[in-house]
């Protein structure tokens, strides 16, 4: 026995050692610029099936049976890929180091922008992470958007957001210099339905926080500049998901004469709203179709032609909401059960055409007439009879967890039969001209508006029979003839209205001494209340050329005005006044601008500390998303904060950013609001978008050695925001806050189609330049957040501020293919 374990050793031992004498070793180490070591870089030699990566100082070793002649290979995400030629001598080891250097393109990719773009407000967002960036939304843009510093939301079913202490209604949006409408009647996330913007037909993003040029109109927060794509050649891309599909063409003929871009979407969240904690029959439709159209006939005119329809349709029938709220000593549930329903629908067309003019290299043209409709309708019918009762909290108890007793019972009525009909008319004329180190932009627009507004609702909540027409409880008391309503809104409104705007502005650059300096001012004329405003602003940019490092320092200021649309002219009973004047803002912002290396990858640190004074502001109530104006200029207020976004290549070939905002928003009632007959004045209050901290971290990574594998984390938090109960006086403030919004979304994908695959010449999938697909997680940690309040009271007479809370967490999986 002893000698067969013997003969087994000898034989085992020689069969070892004549296995990896074939074997010959090649090590080193791979570094970056500075010798910095560089990990996860994959190493191989051509013909090899498998390879190895480097560790976290670098190094690898590569056991190859090959000898002679190979090529050694080294890739790295975010450097060039490296080959050279060796020579492996059999039985005897190899040292190989590899210096590798930054990919050109993926630097520019990073670190790309318009010399102009850096002087001003303006910033750019990366359009291909908007591919990447998890979005219940159904588009990444909106979701980039609201990760800027001084942007902020709280609902990840909408794609509003608020700027520096605005509201929704205070953001600028253009597409190819068209300004973009959003409905008036949405009321919730639910109901909205696709964002505008496209991302799949988008070139390039460009958005402000405030202290923008002259150029972009007449909004006191913000604007986000939208430009699409000009195709050179066919390509395409698709997306299914759980939440909807996606198409996108686009091509040009061989001259390069003539271009078309072309996007469907549509999306059903159905899926995401099941799991909301009002309980019911959802059934929500959403689907937009886009067309650009382009011809260049010669190098003097280009013409350009689009065309945009959607469709929202959201119908709901609930069955059952439960929740249960408060503090661990003092808890409560409420039960509702429903009866009804309630259809929703928005239909929005939009058309423009425009012409080009250059009839020299520095003198550009341009000519645009658009006409937009948007047909809103709103009918709902809602019962709802509610249970208010008291948990038992103490631990000791045998019914502790439970409902103890009824502490408030009722019945509430919702009717609702809201109809919106707008149409908006308008020519434009921009140009630009460069002459020198001067650059002048000017432009002039007629618009004509025609508006529809019909309202009829109405809230009853009851809770002892009180709101019924009864006979009097005692002798002398007055006989109730009629229903008590909480709410009560009928009206039958309409608009026609013209307006003249236009601007003019200049900006000089002095590259020598590293100044640039913008100049200009805009001015509009209103019919309806007949005001002419006139906005100047200005921008100056300094870029110390001595210093070593790349900082630029900027400081902005102007006069924003905002004339009323038509929502800010109706009051909280819908009537209409004609003599609302626009709302003001003069905005100081001061900023700084820093590139620099770091890690021998492209990182920039963007700092902004602005100051916002406001006048002749129309004060609101916002439940949701509906703003509800009090109708009068009636307060003066200011916004106060600093901004901070460090982005960068925190890992080589991805883009990540951390964004950190801090920000104060108060007002004061100066005029125009009387309580029982007598005006009411009042100091400092939060305004209802008072949000103080808000924090946004996009991360992306690979997984070490398998770069075809990607990993995508979105993390927000934000302070809560002020919010007050319907029956509370506007000069009694906001007594409470809600709970903090924080979520944290996270995909991960995979590439199953990429440059480097090789298909035979039969397979169909070699159409397709590449294949995604992608799991994400929303409110991976599964948030409890609160986006408004029902209002309920009991026995006792205490108001309830009930949380209506939004989506828990969610898994959806999506292929993505481009051709």
């Given at each position: 026995m002893k000698k067969s374990l013997l003969i087994i050793f000898l034989l085992f031992s020689i069969s070892k050692y004549a296995i990896f004498a074939q074997n010959n070793e090649i090590y080193g180490r791979v570094t970056g610029l500075g010798g910095i070591?560089?990990?996860?870089?994959?190493v191989g030699i051509?013909?090899?099936p498998t390879g190895t990566s480097t560790n976290e100082k670098g190094d690898y070793i590569l056991i190859t049976k090959m000898s002679d002649s190979a090529t050694l290979f080294v890739t790295c995400i975010g450097y060039e890929n490296y080959k050279a030629s060796i020579f492996i001598r059999k039985g005897r080891g190899m040292e190989h180091n590899v210096k590798l250097k930054v990919d050109a393109k993926v630097l520019e990719a990073i670190v790309i922008e318009d010399k102009t773009l850096r002087n001003t407000t303006m910033t750019n967002i990366s359009v291909r992470e908007a591919e990447k960036i998890p979005s219940l939304m159904g588009d990444g843009i909106t979701a980039l958007v609201k990760a800027q510093p001084g942007v902020s939301s709280n609902n990840e079913l909408s794609s509003q957001y608020n700027v520096r202490g605005g509201n929704y209604d205070e953001n600028l949006v253009y597409v190819n210099n068209i300004e973009i409408y959003r409905p008036s009647l949405i009321r919730s996330g639910q109901q909205e339905g696709l964002p505008f913007i496209n991302s799949d037909l988008t070139q390039n993003i460009t958005f402000s926080s405030g202290g923008f040029s002259a150029k972009y109109g007449d909004k006191m927060s913000s604007v986000l500049d939208i430009k699409y794509k000009q195709p050179t050649k066919f390509a395409g891309s698709a997306e299914i998901n759980l939440l909807g599909a996606k198409l996108h063409v686009e091509g040009a003929t061989k001259n390069?004469?003539?271009?078309?871009?072309?996007?469907?979407?549509?999306k059903s969240n159905?899926?995401?709203?099941?799991?909301?904690?009002?309980?019911?029959?959802?059934k929500p439709s959403f689907t937009d179709v886009q067309l650009l159209l382009n011809w260049r006939p010669n190098n003097t005119w280009k013409f350009s032609g689009f065309g945009y329809y959607s469709r929202n349709v959201y119908k709901f029938v609930p069955t059952i909401g439960e929740v249960r709220y408060g503090s661990i000593s003092d808890a409560y549930q409420l039960t509702i059960y429903y009866d009804g329903q309630e259809v929703t629908r928005y239909d929005n067309f939009l058309g423009s055409f425009s012409a080009d003019y250059s009839p020299h290299a520095n003198l550009d043209l341009r000519f645009i007439t658009m006409a937009y409709r948007s047909i809103e309708k709103e009918t709902f019918d809602i019962l709802g009879e509610y249970w208010l009762g008291?948990?038992?909290?103490?631990?000791?108890?045998?019914r502790y967890g439970e409902v103890l007793a009824a502490e408030g019972v009722g019945t509430y009525l919702e009717h609702a039969r809201n109809k919106m009909d707008a149409i908006v008319l308008n020519v434009e004329h921009i140009g630009n001209y460069k002459v020198g180190n001067s650059f002048m932009q000017w432009g002039v627009k007629y618009q004509y508006e025609d508006l529809v507004d019909y309202m009829n609702e109405w809230e009853m909540v009851d809770s002892a029979g009180f709101t019924i027409p009864h006979l009097p409880d005692r002798p002398g008391d007055v006989i109730s003839d009629s229903l008590l309503m909480q709410h009560l809104v009928k009206v039958d409104n309409s608009l026609q209205s013209n307006r003249l705007s236009g601007f003019f502005q200049n900006t000089w650059e002095w590259e020598d001494i590293g100044i640039e300096f913008t100049l200009g001012a805009r001015a509009q004329y209103w019919n309806v209340n007949n005001q002419f405003t006139v906005s100047p602003r200005a921008n100056i940019s300094y870029r110390p050329v001595n210093w070593k490092e790349d900082i630029l320092f900027r400081f902005s200021?102007?006069?924003?005005?905002?004339?009323?649309f038509f929502k800010e002219l109706k009051d909280l009973q819908g009537n209409v006044n004609n003599n609302v004047k626009a709302q003001e803002a003069i905005h100081f912002v001061l900023g700084t601008d820093w590139n620099f290396d770091m890690w021998q990858r492209p990182f920039k640190a963007v700092t902004e500390i602005y100051y916002k004074y406001l006048n002749n502001l129309i004060p609101y109530v916002i439940d949701n998303l509906n703003i509800r104006y009090l109708g009068n200029n009636m307060a003066q207020g200011y916004t106060t904060g600093i901004d901070f976004k460090l982005h960068g290549a925190f890992v080589p070939g991805t883009e990540s950013w951390l964004s950190l905002s801090l920000m104060s928003t108060e007002q004061r009632i100066v005029k125009n609001y009387f309580v029982d007959g007598e005006e009411v004045l009042t100091g400092y209050m939060p305004r209802p978008t008072d949000q103080r901290f808000n924090v946004n971290i996009y991360f992306q990574d690979y997984i070490p050695g398998l770069p075809s594998w990607q990993i995508y984390l979105n993390f927000v938090f934000g302070t809560g925001l002020p919010v007050a109960a319907p029956m509370t006086r506007l000069d009694e403030g906001y007594p409470f806050r809600m709970p903090g919004y924080k979520r944290v979304d996270i995909g991960l994908s995979k590439q199953l189609i990429g440059e480097k695959t090789q298909f035979k010449e039969k397979n169909p999938l070699r159409f397709f330049k590449s294949m995604w697909i992608s799991l994400e997680v929303f409110n991976l940690l599964n948030f409890s957040n609160v986006i408004s309040y029902t209002w309920v009271q009991d026995v006792n007479g205490r108001i309830h501020g009930v949380p209506n809370k939004l989506t828990p967490r969610q898994i959806n999986l999506k292929l993505a293919v481009s051709f």
């Open positions: 070591p560089i990990s996860d870089a994959h051509v013909g090899m390069q004469k003539f271009n078309y871009l072309m996007g469907v979407r549509h159905q899926y995401v709203l099941r799991q909301l904690q009002v309980k019911g029959d959802y008291k948990i038992d909290s103490d631990m000791g108890s045998k200021t102007g006069l924003y005005h905002q004339p009323p």
